[in-house]
């Protein structure tokens, strides 16, 4: 197989400051279209990946990247869903087994077979090739695995639903936010801004749990009801008993018992980040409320795209810093210091 050589930023080694190379991308395949990427998200997996903290290794030199929006640049002889100029989105995965029930069922994201979804990046594809993300200018995919990005979203501020957005989009749809619903998200990050945005759409009646008041203006102005700080213990007084669904977007430790208390009678505490130690959670907690806590992982295609739509019809995108590529590792280190607001976004021109 041929390949064409593309510029990208990665990471040469575990831990290693990543750095400007070129990484090959595959010839177009029959169904396969040609991005021309330009943006990238930083997402917090992102950095996970390129330090390696996730173990199993990694394949290094390594291109982080799958919140991606671009325009399809070319097309492979029996692309049928995308057209030169078109405005694309790829997120966090490129392909699955397409035969298993949960491919079947548009849920490729769980997918049980052999090939297992195949990550946008740190992968290996079903060419035997590894996988390398959208800190680049090009990357070839199958049109299957590419979303449509509306006209009425900024390219820019549309990488991160491709991540953040689907994370969000997919519990929130699944446990029936809506009017009538009392929602809670936890953490105002990347990911807890764009629960706010969405789950306020839906029509849900929205409350945002943060450590603290800091960033207060910004939750209210996302579309947040109310905003409490979880470093006060009256929160936890005030609000029992409160809440159909709570999202929990942070990564860190937090006391679970104590926001289960938060739910009302058969509500539902969703984890989205993943802590390194695991969980403890008080069976009362559950059973005296035949409350549920359940995980969700980003969402299938046709969901990603349900979402997109969503976000199209509603004006909703990401709020974000946009940086060129040489700034990155100083990206990288902000993120770890939750100093952003919300999602920093790579101009992939200036790779
Ligand atoms: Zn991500
Ligand atoms: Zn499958």
């Not at 040609?34 to 199993?56: M, N, P, V, Y």
Request: hydrophobic share 40%.
């Amino acid at each position: 197989m041929t390949h064409t050589s593309v510029a990208a930023y990665a990471a040469p080694a575990p831990k290693a400051p990543l750095e400007r190379t070129t990484i090959p991308r595959r010839e177009l395949g029959a169904h396969d279209i040609l991005i021309d990427i330009k943006f990238a998200g930083i997402c917090h997996s992102d950095i996970h990946t390129a330090r390696a903290e996730w173990g199993e290794g990694g394949h290094f030199p390594l291109v982080p990247g799958h919140e991606i929006a671009g325009v399809v640049a070319a097309t492979g002889s029996a692309v049928s869903r995308y057209a030169v100029g078109d405005r694309v989105g790829v997120g966090c995965f490129v392909d699955s087994c397409r035969e298993c029930d949960n491919c079947r069922a548009g849920i490729e994201q769980y997918c049980t077979g052999e090939l297992g979804n195949v990550g946008t990046y740190n992968a290996v594809g079903r060419d035997g090739e590894p996988t390398q993300g959208g800190y680049s200018t090009h990357l070839v995919v199958d049109e299957n695995y590419a979303l449509r990005i509306p006209e009425s979203i900024p390219l820019d501020a549309a990488a991160p639903l491709l991540c953040a957005g689907i994370t969000v989009y997919s519990p929130l749809a699944h446990w029936q936010a809506g009017p009538g619903k009392k929602v809670a998200v936890v953490g105002l990050g990347g990911l807890g801004h764009m629960g706010v945005k969405i789950a306020h759409a839906m029509g849900a009646e929205v409350t945002v749990l943060s450590q603290s008041l800091r960033k207060k203006d910004d939750g209210l102005r996302f579309g947040a009801d109310a905003y409490h700080a979880t470093s006060d213990p009256a929160t936890f007084e005030a609000l029992a008993g409160t809440f159909d669904l709570i999202i929990n977007t942070v990564s860190a430790d937090l006391d679970l018992n104590a926001y289960l208390s938060l739910l009302r009678t058969d509500g539902t505490l969703v984890q989205l980040g993943a802590p390194e130690k695991p969980l403890t959670v008080a069976p009362f907690a559950l059973i005296g409320g035949r409350r549920s806590f359940a995980g969700s992982l980003i969402g299938g295609i046709r969901e990603t795209q349900e979402m997109l739509d969503f976000c199209g019809e509603h004006s909703i995108a990401a709020d974000i810093e946009l940086i060129s590529a040489d700034r990155i590792n100083e990206a990288y280190e902000r993120v770890l210091a939750s100093d952003v607001r919300y999602r920093f976004v790579i101009d992939t021109s200036t790779i």
